[in-house]
């Protein structure tokens, strides 16, 4: 029997009900923020991700999907490609590809599909999985690198959540300040991790050469007392650097937006300058994080654009979905009418009255084919729907129908004109 590859799953109804609600809820509130949404291709050429996500990152190292395309005759370049593992890098080459920088507006962009990394597969860790993405990038003169920026998308993300209704998420926030601040700081990890790398994991000793920051990411739990005793970044932020980040936190603290101050959190792509954050949910186990993002203005000149400071984040939607199920999220509702044919003559007006309901907004379904009272009220049941219709000679002869609620029991004559209102209650 062929299964479905490993790390990667089937999502099916009812399950998909409870993705469809939290995604059209995640548009609504998109569209009141202004945002668009942008599809960018499902794989970039494979340099877009090792210059843009970071050489030295996990994602780069060993959770890429790469392989080698041929050409096709002579017009066509071999060329490496990969699936993308996360979005940003893609809208940002798309940003500049299409010159929206000539636009001289903020650009509020969002994209919601599926992403690949192979990771070890486990509860909240998929190798396709699916992320709702958004940025906010433009031009210096259109204010993008305004603390505004910060404090607006996290305020956003804040009412997104309440209203797709996870409760009890925390905000954790950091800055990783600018490039000139990291290379401090990396140096400041260097002289302190010398003494004690040899103590640490393999990944580590390799990191604490090539780009110290990432020892902050590493999930063994040996390394985490070495961590703990490490220097914070805060110290080692120059002035704007660090009013930017207090104005940022000034605004939430006006909208009265909680947050919790995390100085270990580096995040894991090396794109990210000044405010990093992430959301995280309780009924999560292990992989807590429901969301990630931070700023990257310096990305699109590191990919041969112009200068496009920007911020944006990744909702893993698979996690979102997990967490409202541990909260007890029920799938949504099932159908609203059951039409009950009395007999294979009646099929015709049975298919009808489905008509003419549908197209009035009632979902409906047609029975099956039994054309029995007693089987009919079961499968309705069996359905889950809330009303079932009797469709009857007597019925249809008399335009009126048989309705009966079949929660409460209550059964009810309803005229043809008034049944679509009534199943509506
Ligand atoms: P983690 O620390 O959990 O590995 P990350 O830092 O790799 O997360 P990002 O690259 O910032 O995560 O992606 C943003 C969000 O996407 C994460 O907060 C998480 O919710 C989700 N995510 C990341 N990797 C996976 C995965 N393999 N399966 C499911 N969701 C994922
Ligand atoms: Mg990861």
């Not at 009900?17 to 509130?29: M, S």
């Not at 080692?236 to 270990?264: K, W």
Request: aromatic fraction near 8%; proline fraction near 5%; glycine fraction near 8%.
């Amino acid at each position: 029997m062929i299964k479905a590859v490993r790390g990667t799953r089937d999502l099916l109804p009812p399950d998909t009900d409870l993705w469809n609600r939290v995604e059209a809820q995640v548009r609504d509130v998109f569209a009141r923020y202004n945002y668009h949404e942008i599809r960018t291709p499902i794989f970039e050429d494979t340099q877009l991700f090792s210059r843009g996500v970071g050489e030295e990152t996990d994602i780069v190292t060993k959770e890429m999907f790469t392989w080698e395309d041929k050409a096709r005759g002579q017009s066509e370049k071999a060329q490496s490609l990969t699936l993308r593992p996360e979005n940003t890098a893609g809208v940002v080459r798309a940003y500049i590809e299409h010159g929206l920088d000539k636009k001289g507006t903020l650009q509020k962009l969002y994209c919601i599909g599926p992403m690949f990394r192979r990771e070890r597969p486990q509860k909240g860790r998929y190798r396709q999985f699916y992320q709702i993405d958004a940025e906010i990038i433009g031009p210096p003169s259109a204010g993008s690198e305004s603390p505004l920026r910060d404090a607006e998308l996290l305020e956003m993300l804040a009412t997104l959540l309440d209203e797709v209704e996870l409760h009890d998420w925390q905000l954790q926030l950091n800055s990783v300040g600018c490039a000139e601040d990291r290379a401090r700081y990396n140096q400041a990890l260097r002289e302190a991790l010398q003494p004690v790398v040899h103590l640490m994991c393999a990944d580590c000793q390799r990191r604490a050469e090539t780009n110290p920051l990432r020892v902050l990411d590493c999930k063994v739990p040996e390394d985490q007392p070495i961590i703990e005793k490490l220097p914070k970044i805060g110290q080692y932020l120059d002035e704007p650097c660090r009013a930017h980040f207090a104005a940022v936190q000034s605004m939430l603290n006006a909208v009265g937006i909680a947050y919790t101050i995390n100085e270990r959190m580096v995040r894991g792509l090396d794109y990210y300058t000044r405010t990093t954050f992430e959301f995280t949910h309780g009924g999560l186990g292990a992989q807590s994080a429901v969301l990630g993002g931070g700023r990257y203005d310096g990305l699109s000149e590191s990919l041969d654009g112009p200068k496009a400071p920007g911020i944006g984040f990744a909702i893993g939607e698979d996690r979102l979905i997990l967490a409202l199920q541990s909260q007890g999220e029920k799938p949504a509702e099932k159908v609203q009418a059951y039409i009950a044919p009395l007999g294979a003559g009646m099929n015709r007006h049975a298919l009808k009255l489905a008509r003419e309901l549908r197209r009035a907004g009632i979902s409906a379904d047609i029975g099956d084919e039994t054309f029995r009272l007693k089987k009919s009220f079961e499968s309705a049941e069996k359905a889950g729907a809330r009303f079932i219709v009797i469709v009857g000679e007597n019925e249809v002869a008399a335009e009126q129908f048989a309705v009966k609620n079949l929660a409460s029991g209550e059964q009810v004559q309803v005229p043809r004109a008034d049944l679509a209102a009534h199943l509506q209650r």
